[in-house]
T-cell receptor, first 114, second 118 residues
Framework: DQQVKQNSPSLSVQEGRISILNCDYT??????FLWYKKYPAEGPTFLIS?????DKNEDGRFTVFLNKSAKHLSLHIVPSQPGDSAVYFC?????????????FGKGTHLIIQP | DAGVIQSPRHEVTEMGQEVTLRCKPI?????LFWYRQTMMRGLELLIY????????DSGMPEDRFSAKMPNASFSTLKIQPSEPRDSAVYFC????????????????FGSGTRLTVV
């Protein structure tokens, strides 16, 4: 009963093109969403987040879009660079739920091809 | 700041043995989280502490798992006895507050401990 789902285990994109990573959630109480990036043998690092009061947040080459009605968010990376090759985790939180942990998806392995 | 420090980086042990994973959070962070990463389930929250007090351990898989935080700078996750299905990467993370800013949730993860139980 995964509450945060990343249905694509892997994604291959050519360098310079746009990478789009998708995430779906089932818990309507989630109101903060985050993306983490993970390189092999390292811990996840925070990339970008969005509050449910917004539908878009942009930081340089990274943009996160939130569609609350569809319970869907996506991460756009443009242009994609070789250093973007990593596993990307989508995470969510219910800020009013009294619990402080994040719920993560299983991750999508992004491969940027030269 | 050295970040969140976990030890050991790798642990190989035989089934039935006791395993202890260690974590030093970032100084000043109030929250400490233990996560486990597997291919099947991704990143799962096992337990977290606030000001050294365990708040939610509902993610701990069974009684073989226990965690302690004797002080603000140290936490352990113990598995006794260990089983092959415990093989995974275990991450520790710390955070200064529930929400640092409206759009940034300040979790910092350690590099993880890769546990293999044979």
């Amino acid at each position: 009963d995964q509450q945060v789902k990343q249905n694509s285990p892997s994604l291959s994109v050519q360098e310079g093109r746009i990478s789009i990573l998708n995430c779906d959630y089932t818990n309507s109480m989630f109101d903060y969403f985050l993306w983490y990036k993970k390189y092999p043998a390292e811990g996840p690092t925070f990339l970008i987040s969005i509050s449910s009061i917004k539908d878009k947040n942009e930081d340089g080459r990274f943009t996160v879009f939130l569609n609350k009605s569809a319970k869907h968010l996506s991460l756009h990376i443009v242009p994609s660079q070789p250093g973007d090759s990593a596993v990307y985790f989508c995470a969510a939180k219910d800020s009013g739920g009294g619990a402080d942990g994040l719920t993560f998806g299983k991750g999508t392995h992004l491969i940027i091809q030269p | 700041d050295a970040g969140v420090i976990q030890s050991p980086r790798h642990e190989v042990t035989e089934m039935g043995q006791e395993v202890t994973l260690r974590c030093k959070p970032i100084s000043g962070h109030d929250y400490l989280f233990w996560y486990r990463q597997t291919m099947m389930r991704g990143l799962e929250l096992l337990i977290y502490f606030n000001n050294n007090v365990p708040i939610d351990d509902s993610g701990m898989p069974e009684d073989r798992f226990s965690a302690k935080m004797p002080n603000a700078s140290f936490s352990t996750l113990k598995i006794q006895p260990s089983e092959p299905r415990d093989s995974a990467v275990y991450f520790c993370a710390s955070s200064p507050a529930t929400f640092v800013q409206a759009t940034h949730y300040g979790y910092t993860f350690g590099s993880g401990t890769r546990l293999t139980v044979v």
